[in-house]
């Protein structure tokens, strides 16, 4: 009779000892990670379909609480680890629909943002891209999605190769990082000049002809100017990627990516 009290205490210990780390690690992401999984293309070759990262939310905390052991500052009315800088991968809700984005921040509060022929403009100055080769992959579905990439050397066959021209773009400040194009005089290689508002900022994706970002109006379905209190965290390192429909084929793992900085 000993031995059954004993052995059911034991279970029971267990199911707490699960439960409280699954609280634990509930807490653990609400207050400072989040997992991100890449859905799509918009971001390459920075970050490819199916690269799993955690967005750091501490980096634009909005509470003291999620900010402990003095990691945080008090910054434009809000804790957070830095301000939001050019540059930075930011994983954000979008304005209109509320699903979660991931794109690159180029403009910030007060800035002018154009383009002209495929090259960057900001507060009236271009953005230097110097040309670094292209991007190559196999044209093939991608990821749980399926997607098929967009070729600059389109069409191809199914398994052929697909290429884009690669550019390293160099913001003011010295951050550099890569870029795609697929498009000559593609519809967001040419804008008016957008001038960001205060509390606001302005995304767009690395891979510029595939992307749906502040380029594009809301009542397209673009995302315009993102809010600040919509910034939900920055992206800092790859955890783990998969070039397949399920993380679970580990033949599909793209190890030379597990634990790799996001530039």
């Known amino acids: ?28 992401r609400t207050l400072f990670f989040q997992p991100f999984w890449i859905p799509s293309g918009s971001m390459k070759d920075t970050l490819l379909i199916g690269d799993f990262l955690f967005v750091n939310k501490m980096a ?18 809000r804790w957070m680890e830095s301000e939001p800088e050019r540059g930075d991968v930011v994983v954000f809700r979008h304005p209109v629909n509320g ?12 800035d002018t943002v154009q383009m002209r022929n495929g090259v960057l403009f900001l507060n009236g100055e271009e953005v230097p891209q110097t040309p670094d ?19 600059e050397n389109g069409p191809v066959g199914e398994g052929d190769i697909c290429t884009k021209s690669r550019f390293t773009e160099t913001l003011p400040g010295g951050r550099a990082h890569s870029i795609l194009n697929i498009d000559t005089n593609g519809f967001g290689d040419n ?10 900022f302005f995304f767009m994706g690395d891979n510029r002809d595939n992307s749906q970002d502040s380029r594009y109006g809301q009542a397209v379905g673009g995302v315009g100017f993102v809010p600040f209190d919509h910034l ?3 992206a800092d390192r790859i955890m783990f990627s998969s070039a397949g429909r399920s993380m679970l084929f580990f033949w599909t793992w793209r190890s030379d990516r597990f634990f790799k900085a996001v530039e």
């Open 191 to 200: 804008t008016d000049v957008f001038t960001v508002p205060e509390g606001h």
């Open 99 to 110: 699903s979660d984005f991931i794109k690159r921040l180029i403009g910030l509060p007060g």
């Open 60 to 77: 634009y905390g909005y509470s003291q609480f999620s900010c402990p052991f003095s990691l945080c500052t008090f910054i434009d009315g």
């Open 133 to 151: 080769g292209q991007f190559e992959e196999v044209y093939e579905q991608q990821g749980p999605m399926r997607n098929l990439p967009r070729c």
């Open 1 to 28: 009779m000993a031995s059954k009290t004993k052995n059911d205490g034991g279970i029971v210990e267990t199911i707490k000892t699960i439960v409280y780390a699954l609280l634990i690690a509930g807490a653990f």
């Open 232 to 234: 939900i965290g920055r």
